[in-house]
């Protein structure tokens, strides 16, 4: 015979919930934390919080042993893939989207034979018709990757615009990767020598099916006012009044596209700036260079305009160079603002409008 108690076989009703509910507030207001973390997680969120909550409890632990099968993986949402329907703003096609200064060592062949392996900050950039959500910012990186380890070259790097071209299903695409180049250079008169470091930027663009190879330098240097060097020395002339004529540090961004089989090294660029201004800042310096650089600068005194011509006179002379653009910022020591001029040479980087910002970028920090 089966014996039942009715305390036993009552089902219980809310008052006894609620009760139990007190019993283990009351109990967790004299419990050591220790002992409520080890509570179920079920009962956790009761003596913790006034209301009960109907999210589920959740492990806090990370899950080194998870693996991702091929189906769970399948399951994840890809809203920056998604329909035409999710589209914000403009159902407007986006001339670049991408990601930008993605670093990671490249390395590059120089005039001389050798290898150089240089941190590269890159930016990679694809078009995207009015009817897609977005891109896949990640696949732009793998693609870089997979072309990463290879020396160095045009070849390369338009490779790796194919790449992503592809995964991406896009029709125009650019890849600017910018660097800083070291060149031994020699001091002026004491036999010394040290590395000058020049900020190189390399493009590669892709627009209605034509592509352009683009070299972008910085080449630094000092600048004297011709006007002030005539009145310091009329002021010694005519009166016995010691002066000093302004100079200042300046910048000068040369942009070149590419053209030709000829391959033109990044040395062969800047020393074709420095033979057309030799005033370049100096690296290692005793007394009898810096004399010679006060002698070097006396000699080739120039105006912003002057900078501008001198560099556009051998850029448009040489046949591996096509279209360019000479961007120049002589930051007076005389004036509170830069004396700044651009010139430039075909459609590629002709331009009616400018970046306000753009002179404030040629600055050189030391």
């Not at 299903?169 to 036999?191: C, H, T, W, Y």
């Not at 310091?232 to 100079?247: I, M, V, Y």
Request: net charge negative; with cysteine; aromatic share 8%.
């Amino acid at each position: 015979m089966n014996m039942h108690t009715p305390d036993i076989d009552r089902k219980p009703g809310r008052g006894d919930a609620e009760a139990a509910l007190a019993v283990l507030r009351e109990w967790a207001q004299g419990a050591a934390s220790e002992e409520i973390e080890t509570l179920d997680p079920a009962l956790r969120q009761f003596v913790r919080d006034a209301e009960p909550s109907d999210y589920p409890a959740l492990r806090r632990e990370y899950p080194e042993d998870f693996v991702v099968e091929p189906a769970y993986k399948d399951s994840l949402p890809d809203l920056q893939n998604g329909p035409a329907s999710l589209i914000k703003g403009a159902n407007r096609a986006i001339q670049h989207v991408g990601i930008s200064n993605f670093r990671l060592p490249i390395q590059y062949h120089t005039r001389d034979n050798g290898d150089l392996t240089l941190e590269t900050s890159v930016t990679g950039t694809v078009s995207l018709e009015a009817d897609k959500k977005g891109i896949n910012m990640s696949r732009i990186m793998r693609s870089f990757y997979a072309h990463a380890e290879k020396t160095f070259s045009f070849e390369v790097i338009e490779a790796a615009l194919d790449d992503y071209k592809t995964d991406l299903e896009s029709f125009d695409a650019r890849i600017n990767m910018r660097f800083s180049f070291p060149m031994k250079v020699q001091s002026l008169r004491s036999g010394l020598s040290g590395y000058q470091y020049y900020d190189i930027a390399l493009e590669l663009v892709e627009t209605a099916g034509v592509r352009r190879k683009i070299v972008h330098l910085d080449f630094v240097y000092s600048s004297t006012c011709p006007c002030s060097l005539e009145l310091s020395e009329h002021a010694r002339r005519e009166r016995g009044q010691l002066a000093t004529p302004h100079s200042q540090r300046s910048v000068a961004r040369i942009s070149v596209e590419l053209v030709g089989p000829t391959c033109l090294w990044f040395e062969d660029l800047i020393e074709m700036c420095r033979a057309q201004v030799p005033t370049e800042t100096q690296v290692m310096v005793k007394r009898e260079d810096e004399q010679a650089f006060a002698e070097l600068n006396a000699a080739n005194p120039i105006f912003v305009e002057d900078a501008a011509r001198l560099f556009a006179e051998a850029l448009e002379d040489d046949p591996r160079i096509g279209d360019f653009r000479v961007l120049a910022s002589h930051q007076e020591s005389l004036h509170s603002h830069d004396a700044v001029s651009v010139l430039t040479e075909g459609d590629t980087f002709a331009a009616d409008s400018l970046d306000p910002r753009l002179f404030a970028s040629l600055f050189h920090v030391g």
